[in-house]
């Protein structure tokens, strides 16, 4: 017996050299390699060791947030937890391979849609990765028309909110963004300066009791409440530089009182760029982000995107699935 357990601790350390794809189709030889490769240690090994370089994830295909707070006889004692599936579903090269499985039909509904005038979708932009980083997010969207190109600049205001910007995806679809800063100006500036936190406008606190505890609890202010009820997304820009402190439990407070159910349609997707000023600054792994928000908690679809301020890196792919998202939930 002891033989026979020492032989299976080889077999599944030689095959922690190999990668995960190369192991599926190793398990697709013949039945014995099938049941060999879907062992839940090696998967799970596997999946703690690639998920921090994952550059994105979305509600569908975050794990478990148990598999890194237990042990693995822990998860195992129940219920044998299904680590392959979970790799499978979460890594990129599976959620694109299953994009791809999609129906043709898709494609052919996404043409009839664009042969109707429609208006161009607007989106709500916030959070502290706008105000706290080096670079602006916003200036680089502005100044980089080899990426992203404006299409319009404001030229109305909504109940005092400045109507947004307009850009052209590389499909040629325009879509509006406004942006909603936290104070003003002159304010951001002098906060990261002193590299202190700005004190935040949009919202206003309300006591909120839980049980027997006091819990965080933020409505919009009247503005912001008017812009919430006519976009239809939301694009949250998190702070992902490892060096700096977050209170992910106040950002998800106020995540929850942008998307609001009374204040739109309670689908309405929202998309989080986990942004760093620089591409050699130290990020939170994107996995990771989503966790301490909670994002888990959201009952509307979201997908968190790594991105790069200086260099705009991931944000068109962050757009891509908001602007597919948002012309599903318009057609329905």
Known sequence: ASLHGFQIDVQLNIMSFLSPQ??????????????????PLLWRYFLLRDLPSWTSVDWK????????NKTFSEVSDNALYDYMAAYKRSCPQGRRSLKSSRPRYGAVTSFLQSLVTQAEPRFA?????LEELDTSLVQKMMTCPEILLVAGLPHRQIHGIGSGVSFQ???NQNFNIVTLYSTTSVERRRAREEQAVAVNKMFYQESSTVGNQQA????????????????????????????REHDRQEELARILAMIDPTL???????LVLSCVSHVGVKRIPCVYVAHQLQLNLLH???MMQDTVAATL?????GIEWLLEEANCKSAQ
């Open 61 to 68: 295909s975050l794990p478990d947030e148990e598999i890194f």
């Open 264 to 270: 739109g349609p309670p689908n309405r997707p929202l």
């Open 313 to 317: 890196d991931g944000l068109l792919n």
């Open 216 to 243: 965080m609890h933020y409505s919009v202010i009247a503005q912001v409440r008017k812009v919430c009820e006519v976009v239809d997304g939301f694009i949250y820009v998190a702070n992902a530089e490892a060096h």
């Open 300 to 302: 509307q679809p979201w």
């Open 22 to 39: 190369d192991l599926c189709r190793l398990g697709s030889t013949n039945c014995y390699w099938r049941a060999a490769v879907q062992d």
């Open 169 to 171: 995806f590389k499909n």
């Open 125 to 129: 932009m916030f959070g502290p990765g």
